[in-house]
């Protein structure tokens, strides 16, 4: 069974960077395109940004210039370096891969930034 696990969530003030991880652990046998989702109180889940197996990354308007995904295919993570963070980037934010031709998520971590 194939499980994502993030890490690297808390609380942080405004202007200061935070780094989340995602590990996915099982018998992975394919790993195509992989990202992290946000989601706020009240709102719907938003893409943050996506990387795909070769390095090709995406990433929503509103964290442009401020986050980086990488990922590290050999050990099957990716990685979010959140950096000049918002109080408006506070929710919590999803792992997402798609991983042996499944969609996985992760359980999901809370970013929380002060003003």
């Known amino acids: 069974q194939v499980q994502l696990v993030e890490s690297g969530g808390g609380l942080v003030q405004a202007g200061g960077s935070l780094r989340l991880s995602c590990v996915a652990s099982?018998?992975?046998?394919?790993?195509?395109?992989m990202g992290w989702y946000r989601q706020a109180p009240g709102k719907p889940r938003e893409l943050v940004a996506s990387?795909?197996?070769?390095?090709?990354?995406s990433y929503a308007d509103s964290v442009k210039g401020r986050f980086g995904i990488s990922r590290d295919n050999a050990k099957n993570t990716v990685y979010l370096q959140m950096n000049s963070l918002k109080p408006d980037d506070t929710a919590v934010y999803y792992c997402?891969?798609?991983?042996?031709?499944?969609?996985?998520w992760g359980q999901g971590t809370q970013v929380t930034v002060s003003s």
């Open positions: 997402h891969g798609f991983l042996n031709g499944r969609v996985e």
């Open positions: 990387i795909t197996r070769s390095g090709a990354t």
């Open positions: 099982g018998r992975i046998l394919s790993s195509t395109v």
